[in-house]
């Protein structure tokens, strides 16, 4: 089993759907965790970050992270064209200081 | 002002070859990392390096050498490059975690193509 899972997609939407797109992990050491937005050709860029377990939101952005289940969402509320890209999920622990593990990504297409 | 740079954004080279890769950061922070993005844009962490010190290094192969000459920067030297090795490199920097900042900067990355 991977260390970290995400479905690859693609995924295709209409404007305004809500998207939701998850991770689980193998890993209970992790603690925190991330989202990050990767448009083709470019740098990932950080969305959202959220410690243990709960929700957080940002504007059309919502996290959740389950750790009993080893599980986490991000919600996208009225989806945008220029919300397509790759989005990574991303997480780490505090034992291992440095180490980010990175999910593979899932490809979202928002269709006007 | 650009937070992450890298140089070159494109590289196409021969089997063979060595080349380097650049890296900077100007926004202070502590430790720098290397990435291997692949064809299947699966996003791995190569080296990370704190205070001049490698802290991370994951099972790459030892052709891969990161020289960090200061806290600002994080060079990747590749010798004997191969055909495996095309993809997309990246450079990230943070702040050490518990700092109050646990996010990852990224460079734009560069395109490595081996021919």
């Known amino acids: 089993q991977k260390e970290v899972e995400q479905d690859p997609g693609p995924l295709s939407v209409p404007e305004g759907a809500i998207v939701s797109l998850n991770c689980t992990y193998s890993n209970s050491a992790f603690q925190y965790f991330m989202w990050y937005r990767q448009y083709s050709r470019k740098g990932p860029e950080l969305l959202m970050y959220?410690?243990?377990?709960g929700n957080k939101e940002d504007g059309r952005f919502t996290a959740q992270v389950d750790k009993s289940s080893k599980y986490i969402s991000l919600f996208i509320r009225d989806s945008q064209p220029s919300d397509s890209a790759t989005y990574l999920c991303a997480m780490r622990d505090d034992n291992y200081g440095q180490n980010f593990v990175f999910g593979p990504g899932t490809r979202l297409s928002v269709l006007p | 002002d650009t937070a992450v740079s890298q140089t070159p954004k494109y590289l196409v080279t021969q089997m063979g070859n060595d080349k380097s890769i650049k890296c900077e950061q100007n926004l202070g922070h502590d430790t720098m990392y290397w990435y291997k993005q692949d064809s299947k844009k699966f996003l791995k962490i190569m080296f990370s390096y704190n205070n001049k010190e490698l802290i991370i290094n994951e099972t790459v192969p030892n052709r891969f050498s990161p020289k960090s000459p200061d806290k600002a920067h994080l060079n990747l030297h590749i010798n004997s490059l191969e055909l495996g090795d095309s993809a997309v490199y990246f450079c990230?920097?943070?702040?050490?975690?518990?700092?109050?900042?646990?996010?990852?900067?990224f460079g734009p990355g560069t395109r490595l193509t081996v021919t």
């Open positions: 959220t410690y243990s377990s």
């Open positions: 990230a920097s943070s702040q050490v975690p518990g700092q109050g900042s646990h996010e990852q900067y």
